[in-house]
Antibody
């Protein structure tokens, strides 16, 4: 089924930066679209970004364009989210997720990590 | 962007009940719809994709139906572990979007 574990969350001031990581195991990491979904405290789910198997295609929600960068290392089974110019509204639990088999970027999400909390506050 | 609207936002039920959750899309998404279950403090878990296909390992008391703009998730014979929040998600187009969630709580 595959396991995903996020790391890198924490408290950061507005305007600051943070780098999230997600390590995949028990599946062939390079065979899947990967991405991030976030959930503000007590709120619903918001898709953030995803990246194709070879990194050649990236999609992201408008609110993070120009601030967040998604990347991957298929040798290390690692997905990263570089977050710059952070705002209070970026405060959320960030989940790493895997796209379903034989899917493109527009797909269901068949495996999720437990999440890592990012708090943007002064 | 495609808007997803779930109803109700909260549902009170008892063990053994049958419950139905509705999800409506702002435009035709064919059957590109998934359902997720989220228990407190955990990441979401995929239950159903392509509107009605049960993910491996998900109990058969869960079922999904619908096409176009109207979809339903039904849980037959509610079990204690089913008290959780449920989300729908469209994957007809980017950006992927989710419904606001339905919390199934103990009556």
């Amino acid at each position: 089924e595959g396991q995903l574990v996020e790391s890198g969350g924490g408290l950061v001031q507005p305007g600051g930066s943070l780098r999230l990581s997600c390590e995949g195991s028990d599946f062939i990491f390079g065979h899947y679209w990967m991405g991030w979904v976030r959930q503000a405290p007590g709120k619903g789910l918001e898709w953030v970004a995803n990246i194709k198997q070879d990194g050649s295609e990236i999609n992201s929600v408008d609110s993070v364009k120009g601030r967040f960068t998604i990347s991957r290392d298929n040798v290390k089974n690692l997905l990263t989210l570089q977050m710059n110019s952070l705002r209070a509204e970026d405060t959320a639990i960030y989940y790493c997720m895997r796209g379903g088999a034989n899917c493109g970027g527009d797909c269901y999400l068949d495996s999720w990590g437990p999440g890592t909390l990012v708090i943007v506050s002064s | 962007d495609i808007q997803m609207t779930q109803s109700p936002s909260t549902l009170s039920a008892s063990v053994g009940d049958r419950v139905t959750i509705t999800c409506r899309a702002s435009q035709n998404i064919r059957t590109w719809l998934a359902w997720y279950q989220q228990s407190p403090g955990k990441g979401p878990k995929l239950l159903i994709y392509k509107a009605s296909v049960l993910q491996n390992g998900v109990p058969s008391r869960f079922s999904g139906s619908g096409a176009g703009t109207q979809f339903t998730l039904t849980i037959n014979t509610l079990q204690p572990e089913d008290f959780a929040t449920y989300f729908c998600q469209q994957y007809d187009s980017i950006p992927l979007t989710f419904g606001g969630g339905t919390k199934v709580e103990i009556q």
